[in-house]
């Protein structure tokens, strides 16, 4: 693919989270992916690339032999691997997305980086329109329920700053919405204490690819009294529809205004 100037964008691409993977196929550049991590589901074409590897354990060897022109990557979290392909002479984009509205960023940076920049456009007005008919759904509602998102449980870690968003966006209030700035999991550490203090309403599960354990949760020191274990409200959310910061957080959108929906009654 050429741009106006008929510089080459990139044709052989290597996607290492999830999220850059769904990226590039949704905005058309699938056919250009050549790698993509184990964790990659969406979409199914994605599942055909080569693997190269998990969130933090790469073979950079893998990844040079498919001669990549471009590696997507994504956080400090893969710093390590960026620094050795950037060493081995390849051209890595790296976006640090950590709240909903640097994720609508980083499709468009990506989408730029790969000559699809009106598609990329689109993509974002989408999902934009489709918060805006959620927030105007949930507007009318009489109050906002009191929501605790755990991202993992030993120790307890409350979501990083896009889950607090769309918790907000489907009608919800984070109990931990202080916490949304906090980059790093260990600066979102919580206790059991202090979960039960506040008191929510909903309880909210994705453990990082770790199925959730619902009895656990309810039956924890202190949490019988807590408002979503006396009504049964703690519900599991897959890990690919809010743990990985792109297109795919519209699902987890849905789902937890839905959850929020029938709290109300709905």
């Known amino acids: 693919m050429y741009g106006k100037s008929g510089v080459d964008f990139p044709r052989r691409v290597v996607c290492l989270t999830a999220e850059t993977a769904e990226i590039a196929f949704a905005l058309g550049a699938g056919e250009r992916v050549v790698g993509v991590p184990g964790t990659a589901r969406r979409p199914e074409a994605a599942r055909e690339r080569a693997r190269v590897g ?5 073979r950079t060897d893998r990844i040079l032999a498919l001669e990549p022109d471009l590696v997507l990557a994504f956080s ?3 710093r390590d691997v960026v ?9 890595v984009l790296c976006t640090n997305q950590r709240s909903f509205d640097e994720v609508l960023r980083a499709i468009l940076i990506i989408g730029g980086a790969l000559g699809c920049e009106p598609a990329a456009r689109e993509l974002v007005a989408d999902m934009r ?3 805006k008919q959620i927030r105007e759904y949930s507007s009318v509602w009489p109050d906002r329920p009191r929501v605790y998102f755990e991202e993992w449980m030993d120790p307890l870690i409350s979501g990083i700053g896009w889950v ?16 949304r700035e906090r980059r790093g999991a260990r600066e979102r550490v919580v206790t059991a204490d202090e979960v039960a203090r506040r008191d929510p309403q909903i309880i909210l599960a994705s453990w990082c690819g770790k199925p959730v354990d619902r009895a656990a949760i309810a039956a924890r020191p202190g ?13 599991e959310i897959p890990g690919e529809d809010v743990l990985a910061p792109g297109p795919s957080l519209m699902y987890g959108l849905r789902r937890i205004h839905e959850i929020i929906h029938e709290f109300q009654g709905g």
């Open 54 to 58: 998990g969130f933090t354990t790469f």
């Open 83 to 91: 620094g050795e392909l950037i060493a081995a002479g390849v051209a």
């Open 76 to 78: 400090d979290l893969q």
């Open 129 to 131: 329109d489709e918060v």
């Open 164 to 179: 607090s968003d769309l918790i907000e966006l489907a009608g919800g209030s984070d109990v931990f919405a202080e916490l």
């Open 223 to 235: 949490w019988q009294a807590v408002a979503a274990v006396t009504a049964g409200r703690i519900h």
